[in-house]
């Protein structure tokens, strides 16, 4: 069964930076992505980033592109998310996303993923 468990939530100040992290595990073969969603309060779920480990390739939609970094430990499993300038319009409630590789992040962006994590808050501040 395919878990993932987030952590690096917090709240910062606009112009700050976070780092989440994704601990995933029971995969039973590399071909897969793994992606951040958020849902900020009255929207919804939108993808984020997202990286695939077989080819490490990574798709960033365009609000975070510049910002948002999304990377990979294959030896911990582990996926991060490092958000610098973060903005108020940031604030949203971060989810780790996984799903057998489609061939293309975009994909997973906008068409959402099969497992999803439980969520870490983050607040940007003004």
């Known amino acids: 069964e395919v878990q993932l468990v987030e952590s690096g939530g917090g709240l910062v100040q606009a112009g700050g930076s976070l780092r989440l992290s994704c601990a995933a595990s029971?995969?039973?073969?590399?071909?897969?992505?793994i992606a951040w969603f958020r849902q900020a309060p009255g929207k919804e779920r939108e993808g984020v980033s997202c990286?695939?480990?077989?080819?490490?390739?990574?798709y960033n939609v365009e609000s975070v592109k510049g910002r948002f970094t999304i990377s990979m430990n294959n030896a911990k499993n582990t996926v991060y998310l490092q958000m610098d300038s973060l903005k108020p319009e940031d604030t949203a409630i971060y989810y780790c996303?996984?799903?057998?590789?489609?061939?293309?992040?975009?994909?997973?962006?906008?068409?959402?993923?099969?497992?999803y994590g439980k969520g870490t808050q983050v607040t940007v501040s003004s």
């Open positions: 029971g995969f039973t073969s590399d071909d897969y992505a």
């Open positions: 990286i695939s480990r077989k080819d490490r390739s990574t």
């Open positions: 996303a996984a799903d057998r590789y489609a061939g293309g992040c975009q994909t997973h962006i906008y068409y959402g993923m099969d497992y």
